[in-house]
């Protein structure tokens, strides 16, 4: 046939010659595996940084709706003064979501984080004399922090100083003179549990086995018969020696609850 690209009879060594030929095509345009692993690492951090851009710029609008939010109460609230002369009960601002400051704002707003409300105070505790809102900008270089008068350090004088950024009128806003009457309050600071007190008698050896001080919910109620002066007392009476641990000891000597 005319244009027939194969030969009438194929033989063997034509194969052969063919697959070699397939082969060598392979070997020359394909990838190694160490080329194929490097597309794949550069792909890797690829994500990672568009991932981390991507976290940012989301960071970013949050920290503007905050200050968007922020700023339309300034303006609800100056518009309820101008018809009032006072400024508006700001325990409001817990029913984030909600229509108590119409026709003055549609609608009280919440964090876009976590849908909780800001942090208002009044001033000497009379919202006539003035008012003070807090949230927490998430970009701590955030230049508007210092150019309210707070600190991305130390916040804006309150409690919970991730509170860094916020709007106030009658006094400055790291005035100590704000009294809190909206929005989460702050955790309380967790105080370090005491040292004990090394006394005589104080050390017990404990149902597993380990030589206890007494503070360390081994008291005597927990079953341990004895009680010794010092540690070393108790880890030599609990039988073993300087070339041994607490974990074998006898069991023994172990005491029971």
């Given at each position: 046939m005319k244009g027939e690209i194969y030969p009438k009879t194929m033989s063997f060594s034509w194969l052969k010659k063919q697959k070699k030929t397939i082969q060598n095509g392979f070997d020359t345009q394909g990838m190694s595996l160490i080329e194929i692993l490097i597309v794949v690492a550069i792909l890797a951090i690829l994500g990672v940084l568009m991932l981390g851009s991507f976290n940012r710029q989301i960071s970013k609008a949050k920290?503007?709706?905050?200050?968007?939010?922020?700023?339309?109460?300034?303006?609800?609230?100056?518009?309820?003064?101008?018809?009032?002369?006072?400024?508006?009960?700001?325990?409001?601002?817990?029913?984030?979501?909600?229509?108590?400051l119409q026709p003055y704002l549609?609608?009280?707003?919440?964090?876009?984080?976590?849908?909780?409300?800001?942090?208002?105070?009044?001033?000497?505790?009379?919202?006539?004399?003035?008012?003070?809102?807090?949230?927490?900008?998430?970009?701590?270089?955030?230049?508007?922090?210092?150019?309210?008068g707070c600190s991305a350090v130390t916040g804006c004088g309150y409690a919970d100083v991730s509170y860094n950024y916020g709007i106030a009128m009658g006094d400055?806003?790291?005035?100590?003179?704000?009294?809190?009457?909206?929005?989460?309050?702050?955790?309380?600071?967790?105080?370090?549990?005491?040292?004990?007190?090394?006394?005589p008698g104080a050390w017990v050896i404990s149902p597993d086995g380990a030589c206890y001080h007494y503070t360390f919910d081994y008291l005597p109620t927990a079953g341990c018969p004895d009680t010794y002066i010092s540690y070393d007392e108790c880890f030599a009476v609990s039988g073993c020696t300087n070339s041994c641990t607490e974990d074998d000891v006898p069991l023994v000597l172990r005491c029971e609850r």
């Open positions: 920290d503007a709706q905050r200050k968007d939010d922020l700023e339309d109460l300034r303006v609800a609230f100056e518009d309820y003064y101008n018809d009032n002369q006072c400024y508006p009960d700001l325990e409001m601002l817990d029913n984030c979501g909600g229509t108590d549609n609608e009280i707003p919440c964090d876009p984080q976590d849908q909780l409300s800001y942090v208002g105070f009044s001033l000497y505790g009379d919202f006539c004399d003035g008012y003070r809102v807090l949230t927490q900008i998430a970009n701590i270089q955030d230049p508007g922090i210092e150019d309210v400055i806003i790291t005035s100590p003179l704000w009294d809190q009457v909206a929005g989460p309050t702050p955790a309380p600071t967790a105080t370090a549990a005491p040292t004990p007190t090394l006394e």
